[in-house]
Each structure stands twice: as structure tokens, then as C-alpha cells.
């Protein structure tokens, strides 16, 4: 198993960036691979980036391509995920997951809110 903890959303002006961290418990942290969910009011929540166990991989919703990175440590169990160039359709709950290969997205974090003011 293993448990996440997203840290650094808040509010940030039109233009500027964020970088969110999750940081997860357990030993086996790097047979995971990982995403970055977000919730906007009133939307269904939508993959907004992923990266595999080994980091080899990663993918980008076409919203975020071009302004978003993401990456893992896997000695700090840790994945960041910086956001440059925010507008205020980047706004909302911000979720960490982990999924083992093959299967579902079955560890959530709390999320983290994040605010892009116009």
C-alpha cells in the first residue's frame, strides 16, 4: 500500500506558477506509477499528468501541455508537479494518485486547492 499527501496549492495571479509536491509512504514507492487529477467546480475530474513507475514515461492532458512537468524522486518518494503560465481554468482540486501496472488509480491523496485569479 501506499499513502499520499499533496502539499502546495494556494492562490496565485493569472500568469504565474505553482509547484505542487505528493509525497508518499511506503516501501515499494517506485513500483508505482503516478498522476496529477484536478477537479474544477461543477467538472468531472480529469487526468492532468502522469508519470510511470520508472519515470520513463510521462503524458499530458492537452490542456496543460507545454505549461506543466512532471516528475518523481523515487529516493525521496516524491512527485512534483510544476505549473507554469496558470490561467483561471487551472483552477481547482488538485489530486495525487498511484496505481500499480495494469490497474486502477486505487490510492488518492486529500488534494491541495489551487486558485488562478484573472
Known amino acids: 500500500q501506499v499513502q499520499l499527501v499533496e502539499s502546495g496549492g494556494g492562490l496565485v495571479q493569472a500568469g504565474g506558477s505553482l509547484r505542487l509536491s505528493c509525497e508518499a509512504s511506503g516501501r515499494t514507492f517506485s513500483s508505482y506509477s503516478l498522476g496529477w487529477f484536478r477537479q474544477a467546480p461543477g467538472k468531472e475530474r480529469e487526468l492532468v499528468a502522469f508519470?510511470?513507475?520508472?519515470?520513463?514515461?510521462?503524458y499530458y492532458g492537452d490542456s496543460v501541455k507545454g505549461r506543466f512537468t512532471i516528475s518523481r524522486d523515487n529516493a525521496k518518494n516524491t512527485v512534483p508537479l510544476q505549473m507554469n503560465n496558470l490561467g483561471p481554468e487551472d483552477t481547482g482540486v488538485y489530486y495525487c494518485a498511484a496505481r500499480r501496472a495494469h490497474m486502477d488509480f486505487n490510492y488518492w491523496g486529500q488534494g491541495t486547492q489551487v486558485t488562478v485569479s484573472s
Open positions: 508519470i510511470s513507475a520508472t519515470g520513463g514515461t510521462t
